[in-house]
């Protein structure tokens, strides 16, 4: 058995800098992913022009066939000029919003109870048609009366996504690695109508379909945030995942931590490493619901409907070819020192892939 999932997409990517980026940038391909959409929170996070092209460069020496969509950091150092500029040169295709200190390198985010500030720049994202990519939780509070965790941290955030979308409708908004029932029912009630092209979409990592919290509690390897909610809320990721819907794609939200990071006694990283086997994870799952029918929907196509990528755009247009060939997840990924955990280490997995190549 053999599928030809086309030009893959994943379209929430964290590949770091320095060795950990040497170490991690080539594993997209090894994953079977073609076009990687890159996450903007290194330290300090990137916020200019400059950095983002020297970022994408050092990126495309690392893995020269995979096509890198890059972002900024949504700080008060971003200026609607500058996105404006950004645009022209096609140095981005969003920006990133984090709600300051809900995750990791998220100190520098924004206060999701008043975006207001920022409505110039979203503006600015409008009228380029470019894209704001959204870490949709509430930081945890217990004052004045609110109180929010890990657990309704998403579900407390979607009348500030209706907002957005209500004040900016034509502003491309994705909600990102979504994990609650709550979010899946908000992003189908806003597109059920929608006859025009989608404007609010949700990616879904490869780790949300398989974890719950009985998983991460114990085991920070499986912590990340948004954390794996109750087993209803999988339940609802994977018939969005598996739905055809095209406004639910793909996001591996792959973070990868070094493993003395996850295995402190206080403070542990936030983020799953899934990277170098991203595709095998989701085939997998959608094997299961006897589904694999809709996986190139869901990791190729709909992502880049949404995205709007052009065949021009691609630095390589090689097809990925998920094959059943059993393979067993390495305990740990390593390069000199340093050592990341692949989420389900030393598991089995029923799919391998292929490259095919296309000139
Ligand atoms: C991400 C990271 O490590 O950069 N961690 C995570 O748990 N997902 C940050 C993020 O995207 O939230
Ligand atoms: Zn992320």
């Known amino acids: 058995m053999s599928i030809d999932l086309g030009v893959t997409g994943d379209f929430h990517v964290h590949l770091r800098d320095g060795k950990m980026m040497e170490l991690i940038a080539p594993t997209v391909r090894e994953g079977g992913v073609s076009i990687a959409y890159i996450m903007p929170n290194l330290v300090p996070p990137i916020t200019t022009i400059d950095r983002v092209v020297q970022y994408k460069n050092e990126l495309q020496a690392l893995a020269p066939k995979t096509t890198f969509l890059m972002t900024l950091y949504l700080s008060k150092e971003l200026t609607p000029e500058l996105i404006h500029e950004a645009a022209k040169l096609k140095a981005i295709a969003g920006v990133k919003c984090y709600p300051a200190g809900v995750t990791t390198n998220s100190s520098a985010g924004v206060?999701?109870?008043?975006?207001?500030?920022?409505?110039?720049?979203?503006?600015?994202?409008?009228?380029?048609?470019?894209?704001?990519?959204?870490?949709?939780?509430?930081?945890?509070?217990?004052?004045?009366?609110?109180?929010?965790?890990?657990?309704?941290?998403?579900?407390?955030?979607?009348?500030?996504?209706?907002?957005?979308?209500?004040?900016?409708?034509?502003?491309?908004?994705?909600?990102?690695?979504?994990?609650?029932?709550?979010?899946?029912?908000?992003?189908?009630?806003?597109?059920?109508?929608?006859?025009?092209?989608?404007?609010?979409?949700?990616?879904?990592?490869?780790?949300?379909?398989?974890?719950?919290?009985?998983?991460?509690?114990?085991?920070?390897?499986?912590?990340?945030k948004p954390v794996a909610k109750l087993p209803q809320d999988r339940k609802a990721l994977v018939a969005a995942a598996t739905s055809g819907n095209p406004w639910f794609f793909f996001g591996s939200d792959s973070a990868p931590h070094p493993l003395h990071a996850k295995q402190v006694h206080v403070g542990v990283c936030a983020g799953v490493y899934t990277q170098a086997l991203a595709i095998p994870y989701i085939a997998q799952v959608f094997d299961k619901q006897g589904k694999l029918d809709k996986l190139k929907g869901f990791v190729s196509d709909f992502g880049k409907q949404f995205y709007e990528i052009k065949e021009e755009d691609l630095v390589s247009k090689d097809h990925t070819i998920l094959v059943r060939k059993e393979q067993q997840v390495p305990d740990v990924v390593s390069q000199g020192d340093l050592k990341v955990a692949p989420f389900k280490a030393g598991e089995k997995l029923d799919f391998s892939i292929e490259w095919k190549s296309i000139n």
């Open 111 to 224: 206060d999701p109870n008043d975006f207001s500030d920022f409505y110039p720049i979203f503006k600015a994202l409008e009228e380029e048609n470019l894209v704001l990519n959204l870490h949709g939780e509430k930081p945890s509070t217990d004052k004045d009366g609110e109180e929010i965790h890990v657990l309704n941290a998403e579900p407390e955030f979607l009348p500030a996504l209706k907002k957005l979308h209500s004040d900016f409708p034509n502003l491309k908004i994705v909600l990102e690695h979504c994990t609650t029932k709550a979010a899946i029912d908000t992003i189908n009630e806003i597109n059920q109508d929608n006859k025009g092209p989608i404007k609010v979409a949700a990616s879904i990592t490869a780790h949300h379909l398989s974890l719950i919290v009985d998983n991460w509690a114990g085991n920070p390897i499986n912590f990340c």
